[in-house]
């Protein structure tokens, strides 16, 4: 995969070897206590290419349907059952076989539930996630750290894998790859002291009768340091809302690591304009980052005239300005460059155009987003998640 082979370093000791060496944002005296037995400990398990040959005290485990507890030796145990109500797929096809022989490689979410995907014990490293759902917003992930009794994430699942508007589009990225038909992949080191706990909600009113899926993750010890991470998803239409509010009510010690929009385009021509804006710190009216037009931000120039999708960012639906509407999904990681700040942020977007007058243009777009950042815990609360039909894709009113 491209995107994952161009560098020697994986993202997990990327963003924790910064974490702990003090370059970027940490400031190096106040996290003096930080040994260098901690920082082997803590991102030698991230087997990156960089870190193949270090041998640590880490131990991988894996959560899947064929090891619900990720425990050692526990892999593979289930037991044909023929008799099983609402069986997940492919469970009859090893009748004759016993166990041992991919019994339970799935699982099924049923309507209007939740299924507790991971619930282990800490200190650990989640380095890796596979899942396959089918892509819908009726899905949604929550992950818990250490007990806290709200989400820290808290995103519909295809897009919290980049997969904007329930439409389908590769991904080939440094923090998420999307692969045919409907694998999504992330790689974003996902640290916790105490507990982890993820889960998954069907909120569809018919069951998921095939959600496949594995959560790699190291037992090992976490710098101290090192942040959670955190994921919330927004949406509005910017008639209502622009400049468009990415994230806000952030609080506490942290760095901003990532953008995803699902951008809806309803007006023809061009729609990017708009300054991406980071408030930080005690900022008011103005902020101390600013953007100086959207397809900038997402590494582009001049529009987004084709598709693409690199290490850090990507506009990877097919899609042009001069047809309405149009679908985007655009996704920028701040993995070489967080943005830091010490006390609080606010991330906003401008819908902005150009208007027959040639003149700048509010626009009246249909927006949807994913920020990722780390931090300290406890983080403030989260806006209400809006409720199924209030997250289901625009579509043009009959």
């Avoid at 977007?349 to 990722?372: M, P």
């Amino acid at each position: 995969m491209h995107g994952r082979s161009s560098t020697n370093v994986s993202l997990g000791v990327l963003l924790l070897a910064v974490v702990v060496f003090g370059t970027g944002c940490v400031n190096v005296h106040r996290e003096s206590s930080v040994t260098r037995e901690t920082v082997v400990a803590g991102i030698g398990s991230e087997m990156g290419m960089g870190t193949l040959p270090l041998l640590t005290s880490a131990r991988t485990r894996s959560i899947a349907a064929e090891n619900p507890t990720g425990e050692k030796g526990k892999g593979g145990m289930a037991v044909p059952n023929p008799s099983e109500p609402k069986r997940a797929p492919s469970a009859g096809a090893a009748a004759d076989r016993g166990r041992g022989w991919r019994v339970r490689p799935f699982r099924r979410a049923t309507a209007e539930r939740t299924v507790t995907l991971m619930d282990v014990d800490g200190p650990g490293i989640i380095q890796h996630i596979w899942m396959v759902e089918g892509i819908s917003r009726a899905h949604v992930l929550r992950f818990y750290w250490d007990h806290e009794p709200t989400p820290s994430i808290e995103v519909p699942a295809p897009d919290f894998f980049a997969v904007g508007h329930e439409r389908f589009a590769r991904v080939n990225s440094q923090a998420v790859v999307v692969n045919p038909r409907n694998a999504m992949n992330c790689y974003w080191p996902m640290p916790f002291r105490k507990h982890a706990k993820i889960t998954f909600t069907n909120e569809a009113a018919e069951d998921l009768t095939l959600l496949a899926f594995q959560i790699d993750y190291a037992e090992t010890q976490v710098p101290a340091n090192a942040g959670y991470l955190h994921a919330q998803w927004r949406r509005s239409n910017s008639s209502e809302q622009n400049p468009y509010i990415i994230l806000d009510g952030v609080q506490g010690k942290g760095r901003y690591v990532g953008t995803f929009l699902a951008w809806t385009q309803l007006e023809k021509g061009w729609f990017g304009e708009g300054e991406i804006k980071f408030f930080m710190d005690g900022d008011t009216e103005f902020p101390t980052i600013c953007g100086t037009g959207t397809e900038d931000y997402f590494c582009g120039s001049y529009g987004f005239p084709e598709s693409y999708s690199t290490a850090y960012a990507g506009t990877v639906l097919p899609s042009n300005d001069a047809e309405v509407p149009g679908y985007w999904s655009l996704y920028r990681w701040h993995i070489l460059d967080p943005v830091c700040y010490e006390k609080d942020l606010r991330v906003t977007i401008q819908a902005l155009g150009w208007g027959s007058d040639g003149k700048y243009k509010k626009l009246s777009d249909d927006i949807a987003s994913v920020a990722y950042w780390y931090q300290v815990e406890p983080h403030a609360p989260f806006p209400t998640l809006p409720a199924l039909e209030s997250r289901r894709p625009w579509k043009n009113p009959q």
